[in-house]
């Protein structure tokens, strides 16, 4: 039989012990959760790269359709600025002075005042839009800013110069004569070929050079 000292020793022993086994088994268990937890961060991208990608909910073409500015808003936009002070940043020039050019060749004829302003837009083309059109019915000899304009000449102008459409039936002449107006040397000489009539005005395609005009006309400015 032990004595107390004896049983009082086991009883230590045992207790260290299971301290000892209790530590034992934390480490452990603690060795195997970082363990796992590594093994599921390395394994992380490849679950992201499985998942599908997360989508806008709200479609491109909802956004674009809701905050796009329709072409019409910006014509009425910068015809607003016509005999305004932000008239010449809108258009680069001054549009009223253009309007009474259209209007003294034209009146109140719509098709003659789209004619006109084609004949003007399309040598400002072969001018390589060097100039403005007022400053091309300048070199071209037009006739001379009317006190107003027409709403037919108006008319004409936005359809040209703002929305680009020529008339097709005056081709690419560039100049034009009223019958009974002035001489016809210059129209009716080698360096000016007939295209149509319209109203009684005759339209005529140049054959000048118009790299030379172009030049010449850049001197003078000069």
Request: proline share 3%; charged share 25%; net charge negative.
């Amino acid at each position: 039989m032990k004595t107390r000292n004896e049983r009082r020793r086991d009883r230590l022993f045992a207790v260290a012990l299971t301290v000892v086994w209790a530590a034992l088994l934390t480490i452990i268990v603690f060795l195997l959760l970082a363990y796992c937890e590594h093994q599921r961060v390395a394994k992380r991208p490849e679950a992201y790269a499985k998942q599908p990608p997360v989508l806008c909910t709200v479609s491109p073409v909802e956004v674009a359709e809701e905050s796009a500015i329709e072409p019409e808003d910006i014509e009425a936009a910068v015809l607003a600025t016509v005999g305004t002070e932000y008239e010449t940043e809108s258009f680069g020039y001054c549009f009223t002075d253009l309007l009474k050019i259209i209007t003294a060749e034209g009146g109140e004829d719509y098709d003659t005042c789209w004619y006109v302003a084609t004949c003007l837009l399309t040598a400002q083309m072969k001018t390589g839009l060097r100039f403005t059109p007022v400053e091309v019915a300048e070199m071209q000899q037009f006739a001379r800013p009317a006190d107003t304009y027409t709403h037919e000449a108006y008319l004409a102008c936005v359809e040209v110069f703002l929305r680009g459409n020529r008339a097709l039936e005056v081709e690419d002449a560039t100049v034009f004569h009223c019958l009974g107006r002035g001489n016809t040397s210059y129209h009716d000489g080698e360096r000016c070929e007939w295209v149509t009539n319209h109203n009684g005005v005759d339209y005529y395609r140049e054959l000048k050079n118009w790299k030379e005009a172009t030049d010449k006309w850049l001197s003078r400015s000069e």
